[in-house]
């Protein structure tokens, strides 16, 4: 374990995962869905390719969802810990119960 906390393992898979959300950022992953999304709403549904590039733009919008999903994960779920993965201590400097703070 190292200082912080976390074994070398963990500490390689956080420095990937940032280079992954790095790297996708640049991508402008969701700006090719908004794009896509663009291009879907002006399509001609009386076109006769109308369902091929429906279908194409579709897939390509499932799997770019499916990769934010898997390596761009929700970070409101991260977990906040104390120093050292301990346990968090909050300290209140002032507390009233209904009473304004002068």
């Given at each position: 374990?190292?200082?912080?906390?976390?074994?070398?393992?963990?500490?390689?898979?956080?420095?990937?995962?940032e280079?992954?959300?790095?790297?996708?950022?640049?991508?402008?992953?969701?700006?090719?869905?908004?794009?896509?999304?663009?291009?879907?709403?002006?399509?001609?549904?009386?076109s006769?390719?109308?369902?091929?590039k429906?279908?194409?733009?579709?897939?390509?919008?499932?799997?770019?969802?499916?990769?934010?999903?898997?390596?761009?994960?929700?970070?409101?779920?991260?977990?906040?810990?104390?120093?050292?993965?301990?346990?968090?201590?909050?300290?209140?400097?002032?507390?009233?119960?209904?009473?304004?703070?002068?």
């Amino acid at each position: 374990m190292s200082k912080n906390g976390l074994s070398i393992a963990q500490q390689n898979r956080s420095v990937r995962q940032e280079a992954l959300r790095e790297w996708l950022s640049e991508k402008c992953t969701a700006q090719h869905l908004v794009d896509n999304i663009l291009k879907i709403e002006k399509l001609d549904s009386y076109s006769d390719d109308f369902a091929n590039k429906l279908a194409k733009l579709k897939t390509a919008n499932d799997q770019r969802i499916k990769i934010l999903s898997k390596y761009l994960p929700d970070l409101k779920a991260v977990e906040v810990t104390g120093e050292g993965g301990g346990n968090l201590t909050i300290n209140v400097m002032q507390y009233t119960q209904g009473r304004e703070i002068e």
